[in-house]
């Protein structure tokens, strides 16, 4: 990955999202099949990293290009399915042609 390529930050809770990563799990085989980096956080098992980030909510979604975060899609964004393929398509898409 370079600098310039997006890395997509998924953080979710294994307690009350258990169903999160299966649910989408066409989006995340969209982000592993185009060679996108993704960075899949349980703040359940990692929350310093959740910390790190500042996220005080789940799901939540970051997308990161040349090391700073552009875009930030929350609780509202999980619930109108920012990590379906088509709707993951049209973000990374957008940040690539950046």
Known sequence: MTDAEP??????SSK????????????LAYLKD???EMKVVDIAEDPDT????????????????EGEIEEEFGVVSY??????KENL??????????
């Open 79 to 84: 619930l109108n399915g920012i990590l379906e």
């Open 7 to 12: 890395r997509v930050w998924i953080f979710y």
């Open 34 to 36: 185009n060679d996108i």
């Open 89 to 98: 398509k049209e973000i990374i898409e957008g940040k690539v042609e950046d």
């Open 50 to 65: 959740a910390r790190d980030y500042d996220v005080s909510s789940t799901p939540t979604v970051l997308i990161e290009k």
């Open 16 to 27: 009350t999202e258990p169903e999160l990563l299966v649910f989408y799990a066409d989006g």
